[in-house]
């Protein structure tokens, strides 16, 4: 089993910063790609930022410019620095990473969700 554990989120101030991570444990042989989704209440979940193992990156319109994704490998840990928050950035944040388990099958494993919280 695989488990992905976040961290980072809370309340800030328009204009402020956060930093979310998360770790991916496990049985885990390799990790593919690692991103980062939001969810408000009554919409579907959405993208914001994804990184490949090799480092490429792909943004959100809304984010970009504000968001960067990076990530450990040796650590299985992926990050989301968050700076110039806005309102509309409110959202439970999730990770999930598309992992090589102990079972030589690719799955996509998701985090629990961290509360992020910008007010005006």
């Known amino acids: 089993q695989v488990q992905l554990v976040e961290s980072g989120g809370g309340l800030v101030q328009a204009g402020g910063s956060l930093r979310l991570s998360c770790a991916a444990s496990g049985r885990i042989l390799s990790i593919n790609s690692m991103g980062w989704y939001r969810q408000t209440p009554g919409k579907q979940r959405e993208l914001v930022a994804v990184?490949?193992?090799?480092?490429?990156?792909n943004y959100q319109d809304s984010v970009k410019g504000r968001f960067t994704i990076s990530r450990d490998n040796p650590k299985n840990t992926v990050y989301l620095q968050m700076n110039s928050l806005k309102p509309e950035d409110t959202a439970v944040y999730y990770c999930?990473?598309?992992?090589?388990?102990?079972?030589?099958?690719?799955?996509?494993?998701w985090g629990q969700g961290t509360q992020v919280t910008v007010s005006s």
């Open positions: 990184i490949t193992s090799g480092g490429s990156t």
């Open positions: 999930d990473a598309y992992v090589l388990g102990g079972d030589y099958r690719y799955q996509t494993y």
